[in-house]
Nanobody, 123 residues
Framework: QAQLVESGGGLVQAGGSLRLSCTMP????????MGWFRQAPQKERVFVGA????????FYSDSVKGRFTISKNFGENTVYLQMNSLKPEDTAVYYC????????????????WGQGTQVTVSS
């Protein structure tokens, strides 16, 4: 049973925005780095972005830099992915991940994973 639960996916037109949420128990959220990945049909899962445990450092793939923003809500044990200026090539299942190690998160080898939420961008 996944302990990270993503929500907020859906269908949006190109140029639109969505905000994904990933909620987890406090014992997982506390002091952990988190990240977002995505997997398009017939493709491998790829890194989208990550945030360190304190929330003051963020990292993004070149494909989303300037359009997507990761943030943490410490009061709600939630990490967000704000996605603006969406493109059809952003269509994928989006997963969140959490780990003690930021490098592990960025490599895609985090310990905790969610089950994913579908994002579809129409042209």
């Amino acid at each position: 049973q996944a302990q990270l639960v993503e929500s907020g996916g859906g269908l949006v037109q190109a140029g639109g925005s969505l905000r994904l949420s990933c909620t987890m128990p406090g014992r997982i959220f506390k002091d952990r780095a988190m990240g977002w990945f995505r997997q398009a049909p017939q493709k491998e899962r790829v890194f989208v972005g990550a945030i360190n445990w304190s929330g003051d450092r963020t990292f993004y793939s070149d494909s989303v830099k300037g359009r997507f923003t990761i943030s943490k809500n410490f009061g709600e044990n939630t990490v967000y992915l704000q996605m603006n200026s969406l493109k059809p090539e952003d269509t994928a299942v989006y997963y969140c991940a959490a780990d003690n190690s930021l490098p592990e998160v960025r490599r895609g080898t985090a310990y905790y994973w969610g089950q994913g939420t579908q994002v579809t961008v129409s042209s």
